[in-house]
Each structure stands twice: as C-alpha cells, then as structure tokens.
C-alpha cells in the first residue's frame, strides 16, 4: 500500500511530528501540503495528514488551498488518517481544532477515515476533534508534552498498521 504523509507547518513542530511518523513507517513519502499537486495526492493509497490549530481553533495556513484541491479530487478509495498538534495548556478549550476540522471536511465526502485515539492522559476542555470521547486522530502537544509524542506516534503507527 503505497503511502503519504503530508503536513502544514508554520512553526516546524507539524513537519518534525510528520518526520517522526515516517521514521516508524519507513515507506511512506513525508511532504509539505504547500507544493502538492492533484497527481501528487492521487498516487497514494493510505494518506495521514497532518495539521496543527491556529488563532482561535483554525486550520494551519497552508491547508486553505490544499483543501480546496484535496476537496476537488474523488479519493472514494483512499483511506486517510488524522494527526494534530495543538497546546492544551494555552488553547484548552480549542486542543488540536484544526485536525477536528479537516475530520470533517473528509468525513462529509464520505472517505474512510482510520486512526482514532484516546483521550486519557490529556488535559484540555474541549476540542472540534474529539468524538465519542476519542479524538478522531493523533493529538500532540509538542509544547507542553513533548515527551510524550514518540510514546504516541509508535503507538498509533501500530494502531493504524493492524487497521489497514
């Protein structure tokens, strides 16, 4: 199964996060959403995006057009997972939004959606990225528990692995 990861990051925390992911799936080409083009995105099977929440619960600056491209595309038979990277302690009541946003931009297309992960050990208010009690993807805190995030990606690496 050919996979991606592709990420928007202004601060480089979302593009070391992406960097950690690929080191536990070794395959799969790691790139920045800026530069993608409708080829680049239909090549692949499995796609995690990754994303981290701006201004008050925003999506990262470079997914605007990406998500018009990734929007205009029929990727029925992709199957996508989610990280996100917020800060619990500044933005508790709006952890990690932006991954929740770009959920359910993809949810309403339809497209599989794999990767959810739990909330347990986390501490923030509320998050648009939180259904059911569980997140809908990877939630990093590089800010605030940065210590926790290769604990994390290897185990939702293995989780998304034995879901595929």
């Known amino acids: 199964m050919k996979t991606a990861i592709f990420y928007g990051s202004s601060l480089g925390n979302t593009h070391f996060v992406a960097e950690k992911i690929q080191m536990q799936w070794p395959d799969a ?28 619960g925003n999506l990262q600056d470079d997914f605007e057009l990406f998500v018009d491209l990734l929007l205009s595309l029929d ?3 992709k199957t996508f997972a989610l990280f996100g990277c917020g800060d619990q302690q500044t933005y508790p009541d709006t952890f990690c939004n932006g991954m929740g946003k ?14 959810d992960w739990s909330t347990d050990g986390y501490d923030f208010s509320e998050s648009e990225a939180v259904i ?25 690496v293995a989780k998304l692995q034995q879901e595929l």
Do not use: Q
């Not at 790691?30 to 995006?49: A, G, T």
């Not at 770009?102 to 990767?115: A, F, N, P, R």
């Open 29 to 56: 080409d790691c790139r920045s959403v800026i530069d993608l083009r409708s080829d680049d995105i239909l090549k692949y099977d499995f796609i995690i995006l990754g994303t981290s929440t701006w201004g008050v």
């Open 75 to 77: 990727l029925r038979d």
């Open 102 to 115: 770009l959920y359910h931009l993809i949810d309403v297309k339809g497209w599989k959606i794999i990767g």
């Open 132 to 156: 059911d009690d569980r997140f809908v993807g990877l939630a990093l805190d590089e800010d605030n528990e940065p210590d926790m995030s290769d604990y994390r990606i290897k185990h939702w």
